[in-house]
Each structure stands twice: as structure tokens, then as C-alpha cells.
């Protein structure tokens, strides 16, 4: 299992700039690797190969002295993203997917990945039959220092301030230097031995909404802070003003920053509100198995009376964090299932609504046996059961399937 623990660095003025010019080189290596891949599959048909890209980029270095400033590992990274993304072209192509189009062009990267090797290194051990013995050890990313900021090792930079405000855990692999509107960030990606999974014992379902972030089946909501809607007044205000300054001049550059930093923020207070949502449903109320609708989230968001509000929501990451964070990490379970009538059914006696209830329609009251019950909580209840169904081997029915 990889997990990537983040962390602020605080580059110095002189090495932000050579960061900076590094992020501008990979971008156009890129780019031009885009350009390449491009040309040969118009001109000959024939998908280029990383290899191939690779070996072109040691003789490039060899030649020019502004390749040669930056390490080759992480050009070697861009050249392996770009690839990654004409994989996914060619699987489009190949599935006849309606919409494919090249990858797109990079206005800017920001973003920088290297790798932590393995190297030998001599131990001494004091047994009779061998003094000395060569292990492979991983390069430590970090040198700790006694002051509040440790330091991290970049390769043909140096050493750069890192805040460690958590420890780092299991094997470190792969570092990540980011850029965003507020500053830099480490992303250090470890391998974890994976936990085993606990027995299934405490299951919980949720029922994703909109008016309410989400109903668990014990009838409890959530609501939901729909952050862009919450921060849609002030960035109207940052965009108003970007307009009104110069293009080229400093003020636009300034104003361009605050908006980032905006959108940044806004992104970070969901991130947060997620993260603690669901540590809630599985730690706090002492759940091992978490069950939620197998949503076709990008499907949804092309209803145009939904999109934003199902975009804000941003159920997706939600899910995945159920998924790879929890689920993974501590081994609890996540699943998810069919949608199909969860909201027409009554929880108690099975008997699907005559009529299509809309979602208007907020109390769900049953023709049959009189129950009436929160519309979503009705359709969590009825999540849990179908997810009940599925882990015993039986198919979901209700009783006017079998009349
Ligand atoms: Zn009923």
C-alpha cells in the first residue's frame, strides 16, 4: 500500500527561482515529447515509446547545457506522465470511445517528481564468519536538524527547509515537490505492508444528497457547507478585479495570486470536511463497514440543474477516500451498491411506490403498510439491506418483482 504524507518546504529566494526554472524545462520537455508523440502517429502511425523518448533525452543532455541543469530523473518523471497520458489516449482510441483527443497541451507544470534509490552500503557485524556485509539501504529523504525545520535533500539544489509536522512512516520511494498558490509542498510517497482486513461486524449506509450532505441508516444528516456556493461572492469579486487590471502588468500578476490562493482555499476546506467526515463515520461511531450507492458521478454532473451543486458536493472524492484511505490503510471495508430503486422502496415491507416519487418529495410514505420515514433515511436503510443482501449471496428483491 503507497501513502503520501505532504509537508510545507520553504525553498530560500534563490532556490524557488532555480525551482521555478526547472518546472519551466520540464514543462516544454513536455510539451515537445507531446509534439513528437503527435507527429508520428500522423505521419507514420506508430505510437512512440518512453524508451524511445528516454534515449532521445540522454543524448539531448549530452548535447545541450540547459538539459543538463536538471536532473534527469525527474525529466525522466515528465516523459513518464506524458506517456501515461498517451496510454490513456491510446486505450480511448483502441475502446472507440466517442470523445478522444490528444492529451492536452501544458500551459505549466507544477510539479516535480524524483526517486529515492536504493545504494550499497557496508555494516560491520562482529560473527566469526563475516566482518563486513554490504546491504542496500534507501537514501532518507530528510536530515534531521535540531531546530523546528528539518531539511530535505533535493538532488543538484540542496538542502531545503521541510516543516515535519507528523512522522514519516514505512519505506519512502518517491518525492513530489509541488506549487501552489500558497507555496511549495513535499509529497512523499511511502510503501506500507497492508493491514489485514477486520471482520465485517458494525455496518453503516449513507444515502448521498444534496440539500443534506449525506442520511446514515441510523437517521442521522450531515449538512452540507457547499463551500462554492459559500465562496462564489468573494471569487466573483477577485474575478471582477482581475479583469479590470492590465494584462502584462504587476497588479494583474498580484490579483491573479489572490484568486488563486481563493480557489486554493476552498479546495482545502472540503479536502478537510471529507477527511474528518469520514474518520467520523468509521472511528467515532465505531463502524467497520461503511455502505454508499455506486454513483456514476461524471454521469450526474451533466444534469445542469445538479452539476454544480453535485460538483461541490465532490461525492467522488468522498467515495475514494472511503475506499483507499480507510478502507485500505486500516484495513475496514467500503462498498458500494446499484442505485436502482433504493428511493422507491419502503424499508420495512419491501413494496415498491406505484408512482415514480420525485425528488421533490421529501417524506416517503407507504400505500402498503402505512410507514412513514425520511425520504433519505428510507433509502439508507434500504442501501444497508440491499448491501446485507449481496454479502449473504442473495439477490435484492422486493415483493413486486415476484407478483
Ligand atoms: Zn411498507
Redo the contacts with the bound molecule.
Keep these: 500500500m503507497r501513502l503520501a504524507f505532504k509537508y510545507p518546504v520553504y525553498p530560500t529566494k534563490t532556490q524557488a527561482t532555480t525551482l521555478l526554472k526547472w518546472l519551466d524545462h520540464l514543462c516544454e520537455l513536455q510539451n515537445s515529447g507531446r509534439h513528437d508523440r503527435i507527429v508520428a502517429l500522423e505521419t507514420e502511425g506508430v505510437f512512440v515509446s518512453l524508451d524511445a523518448q528516454q534515449t532521445l533525452l540522454t543524448a539531448a543532455r549530452k548535447k545541450y547545457d540547459d538539459f543538463r541543469e536538471v536532473p534527469q530523473d525527474m525529466q525522466n518523471h515528465a516523459l513518464r506522465r506524458t506517456d501515461k497520458a498517451f496510454a490513456n489516449f491510446r486505450r480511448r482510441c483502441e475502446n472507440g470511445a466517442a470523445q478522444k483527443g490528444y492529451p492536452r497541451y501544458k500551459k505549466r507544470v507544477r510539479s516535480l517528481t524524483w526517486s529515492l534509490r536504493k545504494y550499497p552500503k557496508v555494516v560491520r557485524r562482529k560473527t566469526k564468519d563475516t566482518d563486513k556485509q554490504t546491504i542496500r539501504v534507501r537514501q532518507n529523504p530528510i536530515c534531521e536538524t535540531a531546530w523546528k525545520h528539518d531539511r530535505l535533500k533535493v538532488p543538484e539544489l540542496g538542502e531545503v527547509k521541510i516543516y515535519m509536522h507528523r512522522p514519516l512512516r514505512g519505506d519512502p520511494k518517491e518525492v513530489t515537490l509541488v506549487k501552489k498558490a500558497s507555496g511549495w509542498y513535499a509529497h512523499i510517497s511511502c510503501e506500507l505492508p497492508t493491514p489485514p482486513k477486520v471482520a465485517p461486524t458494525d455496518a453503516i449506509a449513507v444515502d448521498m444528497g444534496t440539500t443534506h450532505y449525506l442520511t446514515t441508516s441510523e437517521g442521522e444528516k450531515e449538512d452540507n457547507p457547499r463551500w462554492y456556493r459559500q465562496a462564489e461572492g468573494v471569487l466573483r469579486k477577485h474575478a471582477r478585479d482581475l479583469s479590470r487590471k492590465k494584462k502584462g502588468s504587476h497588479r494583474r500578476k498580484k490579483q491573479q495570486h489572490k484568486l488563486a490562493l481563493h480557489h486554493e482555499r476552498t479546495v482545502n476546506r472540503r479536502k478537510d470536511f471529507i477527511g474528518k467526515l469520514v474518520y467520523k463515520l468509521y472511528h467515532h461511531l465505531k463502524n467497520n463497514v461503511l455502505v454508499a450507492e455506486d454513483l456514476r458521478v461524471s454521469n450526474m454532473v451533466k444534469n445542469k440543474h445538479l452539476s454544480k451543486s453535485i460538483s461541490d458536493a465532490s461525492w467522488a472524492t468522498f467515495f475514494k477516500w472511503c475506499a483507499d484511505m480507510v478502507s485500505e490503510r486500516d484495513g475496514l471495508h467500503f462498498h458500494q451498491v446499484a442505485p436502482k430503486d433504493t428511493s422507491q422502496i419502503?424499508s420495512?415491507?419491501?413494496?415498491k411506490s406505484p408512482k415514480k416519487l420525485s425528488l421533490a418529495i421529501r417524506t416517503f410514505k407507504?400505500q402498503?403498510?402505512?410507514?412513514v420515514l425520511d425520504r433519505d433515511h428510507n433509502a439508507a436503510i434500504n442501501i444497508l439491506f440491499k448491501a446485507a443482501a449481496a454479502f449473504r449471496g442473495e439477490r435484492w428483491v422486493t415483493t413486486l418483482y415476484e407478483t
Design positions: 419502503c420495512s415491507c419491501g413494496q407507504c402498503s403498510c402505512g410507514t
